[in-house]
């Protein structure tokens, strides 16, 4: 069976469990999300950690030219008080907690591996099942090691097989007590981010990698979050390389661990005739649908809606509330975006990321809930979704836009540390225990 013979197979059959179970539909709607369905909230190392000296964006935070407005400096400082996160998740009724590992603390020099900073983050997968939370870890969200991004970073011909031995390294200490494992987060953001760059930025980051390479006697220095322009076919050749192979090295440790990667999508509209939507799709995500076909779920993380027509993207309706991130604030983009990568894939997704910057805690209280209005609909129709993490736990170090972005259930004081969960915190909560909307 060639390729477009089996995705039209899939096809008619993910159409076919929808007509069977539309007439329950509205039965599963007034149920709820299934038995079983995961409630979480994620952060990322490098964004609530602090101190993460060693990684490719330190470096480019303190570096000039730069596009990183400040220093992450000690972030939320969760390396010392991950414990305290950990009681906020369990507060908030929440039963998964999604973090990542910093490769730059497991791995500080090549082929070095820290046992301290292995046990660390074993520490936080125990302190996860002390609590009741199923931990969800992520192989690498976007910070590098210095030394990787000093080889090229995901340029390097030898990516795929560093990031393997790092994820058989990391496997072998932490798999056992994990519930799920992404190995890359948003590998697809490249093609995104490349399309969106304005001209001036596009000669920044060339100018900034050059300064970090500089700094660390590279003379090709790649980071790991923002790519150059004429990268772009060589870093998604190796990232999808590096995603097989670290889901091989995972899966060869701990076979039955749930592997999958985490993607950016939108909810990608067609507006009028000849749309550039597909076109769009095929670019964003093309390769990596067709790559993720033996993982065991696909990760979604949606922040957006865009319109396509012939020539480019609508600006958000008049009138509509905007994000920090300068997008519309609109509800119903996650249900699309999670039936969109169920009928590309076949396979059950899980809803990695999902959330608003806002500083108006007012805005994410109402959004969450007809979020979650919508993709209970989706779920009712019979688009196997495993569970839901919002973006983020915390108030946290937005990368380039440093601590001027807001997307935390729980606002955190800089000078102390302090978390106080927002009134949008109690309002997942709620959903979290009735396990619907
Ligand atoms: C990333 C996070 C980021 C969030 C909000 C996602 O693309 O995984 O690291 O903070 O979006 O911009």
């Not at 030219?65 to 010392?80: K, V």
């Not at 090691?145 to 990391?170: H, I, N, Q, V």
């Not at 093309?286 to 065991?296: M, N, R, V």
Request: charged share 20%; hydrophobic share 45%; aromatic share 8%.
């Amino acid at each position: 069976m060639d390729r477009r013979t089996m995705l039209a197979a899939t096809g008619a059959a993910a159409a076919m469990s929808a007509t069977l179970t539309a007439g329950s539909a509205q039965a599963a709607t007034r149920a709820g999300f299934p038995a079983g369905f995961r409630w979480g909230a994620a952060t990322a190392g490098h964004q609530v950690e602090g101190g993460n000296v060693g990684s490719d964006i330190w470096l480019l935070e303190h570096i000039q030219p730069t596009l990183f407005q400040q220093s992450s400096g000690d972030a939320c400082n969760s390396f010392e008080l991950w414990a305290t996160d950990l009681d906020l998740v369990k507060a908030l009724n929440l039963d998964t907690y999604r973090f990542s590992l910093e490769w730059a603390r497991i791995e500080p020099a090549q082929g070095e591996f820290s046992q301290a900073a292995l046990d660390h983050y074993a520490r936080i997968i125990d302190g996860c099942h002390a609590r009741g939370i199923t931990p969800m870890v992520t192989f690498s969200h976007f910070s590098l090691p210095r030394w990787f991004a000093a080889l090229g970073g995901w340029t390097s011909p030898e990516a795929a097989d560093l990031f393997a031995r790092y994820c058989d390294k990391a496997a072998r200490r932490l798999a056992a007590g994990m519930g799920y494992a992404v190995t890359l987060n948003e590998p697809n953001m490249i093609a995104v981010i490349a399309a969106a760059l304005p001209p001036q930025a596009i000669a920044l980051v060339e100018q900034m990698n050059a300064a970090a390479g500089r700094a660390c006697g590279s003379t090709n220095f790649r980071n790991g979050m923002i790519p150059q322009l004429n990268d772009i076919s060589l870093t998604q050749t190796n990232l999808l390389a590096a995603h097989k192979a670290g889901r091989a090295a995972i899966k060869a440790v701990r076979g039955d661990l749930p592997v999958g990667v985490s993607l950016t999508v939108s909810d990608d509209q067609a507006v009028g005739e000849n749309s550039l939507r597909d076109q769009k799709r095929a670019l964003y995500y093309g390769a990596w649908l067709d790559a993720i076909k033996g993982d065991d779920f696909v990760g979604a993380q949606n922040y957006a809606r865009a319109e396509y027509t012939a020539t480019g993207v609508l600006p958000p309706p008049k009138g509509v509330p905007i994000s920090e991130m300068g997008v519309e604030v609109y509800a119903p983009s996650l249900a699309g975006s999670v039936r969109y990568v169920h009928e590309a894939t076949g396979l059950p997704v899980m809803i990695t990321e999902h959330g608003v910057g806002t500083p108006d805690d007012a805005i994410r209280a109402k959004f969450i809930p007809e979020s979650l209005a919508e993709l209970q609909k989706v779920v009712a129709a019979g688009v196997p979704v495993l569970g839901y993490v919002h973006w983020s736990l915390l108030d946290n170090f937005e990368w380039i836009f440093g601590y001027s972005k807001h997307f935390g259930l729980c606002e955190v004081d800089r000078a102390t540390f302090k978390r106080t969960p927002k009134p949008s915190a109690a309002v997942l909560a709620g959903i979290a225990k009735a396990n619907r909307v």
